[in-house]
């Protein structure tokens, strides 16, 4: 099997990763590969949820590795470890199997939040990296929503090891965080330092801010054209509420025909002015830098 062509969408978990994978499968060769960096469900190779190259036990070889042979559609996946989840129909081994099956597909969009800190590294390689950032209140309410718990001890201390500098309090905080709102902070927190640092080495991703999937789609549409010269479809969400909008969300991830509105605002009724204080503590000087910085270079204008 000849290597495909690969583009990678990531981004932190529930900032709009999902919508631009859709948005770049525009034809039947176009192929989506699900989260094979997820430790409890993709490549074997993958030991941490968020693996950071040089850290870990995970190396830059073992990343040079794993993209071939996601071009190869050689992956070792491993078996689900996850209640409720069947063990070899999970969506990574489903997309990797179809893809496989495809002999003609030209492309696959590797979606996968936890293939964040590997972007430089694979975007070095000539391949297209989009970035997903969405304000960090609509994030802690969605993990709050979800009631998800990131893994911000330990990924704090491999940023560490991998030669990142976070501050001592951020580090501190991250030991003795605890709930779906203060990891989620955290974990936002850690990504978008980071990401702040890679802009200003003018690492070559791209970053596509969630609000402008929402309300500026055409736009960004020529922008990921151009960026990965594919065909795009995107749209905006409804900016008007549906008659059946619903004031509580189930909890599952992706839900279908919200509006604009409510993916934006939605953190107001799910968080409390504590949590809300909690969460402007952590990220309200790191969210108005990285705002700044990609109005100054790669958000769209």
Not at 209 to 228: K, W
Not at 274 to 291: G, K, P, Q, T, W
Request: aromatic letters at 6%; a neutral charge.
């Amino acid at each position: 099997m000849s290597k495909r062509q690969i583009v990678l969408v990531t981004g932190a978990p529930r900032s709009g990763t999902t919508v631009v994978g859709n948005a770049l499968r525009t034809s039947w060769r176009h192929r989506e590969i699900y989260e094979p960096m997820n430790a409890f469900v993709g490549d074997k190779a993958i030991r941490n949820q968020f693996e950071v190259p040089g850290a870990g036990g995970f190396s830059e070889a073992a990343l040079d590795d794993l993209v071939e042979r996601i071009q190869n559609g050689r992956l070792r996946l491993r078996k689900s470890s996850l209640e409720r989840r069947n063990a070899y129909l999970n969506r990574t081994n489903r997309t990797m199997a179809a893809a496989n099956l495809l002999p003609l597909t030209s492309h696959l969009i590797w979606k996968d939040p936890f293939a964040f800190f590997c972007a430089p590294q694979i975007a070095r390689k000539g391949l297209p990296v989009i970035v997903t950032v969405r304000n960090h209140l609509s994030l802690v309410g969605s993990f709050k929503r979800m009631d998800w718990i990131a893994p911000v001890s330990d990924l704090s201390l491999r940023l560490s090891e991998a030669g990142y500098i976070i501050d001592e309090t951020v580090m501190d905080r991250c030991r003795k965080a605890e709930g779906p709102t203060e990891t989620g902070a955290l974990m936002w927190h850690l990504l978008h330092r980071v990401l702040l640092q890679w802009i200003g080495q003018k690492e070559p991703i791209h970053v596509v801010a969630n609000d402008d999937l929402l309300f500026r789609p055409e736009e960004v549409r020529d922008r990921l054209s151009e960026i990965t010269n594919l065909p795009v479809s995107l749209s905006a969400a409804n900016s008007e509420p549906t008659s059946k909008r619903q004031d509580t969300l189930p909890q599952k991830a992706h839900i279908a025909n919200r509006d604009a509105k409510s993916i934006t605002d939605y953190w107001r009724k799910l968080l409390s002015e504590d949590e809300v204080a909690l969460a402007l503590d952590i990220n309200e000087e790191l969210a108005e830098r990285l705002d700044e910085s990609l109005s100054q270079s790669t958000k769209v204008s």
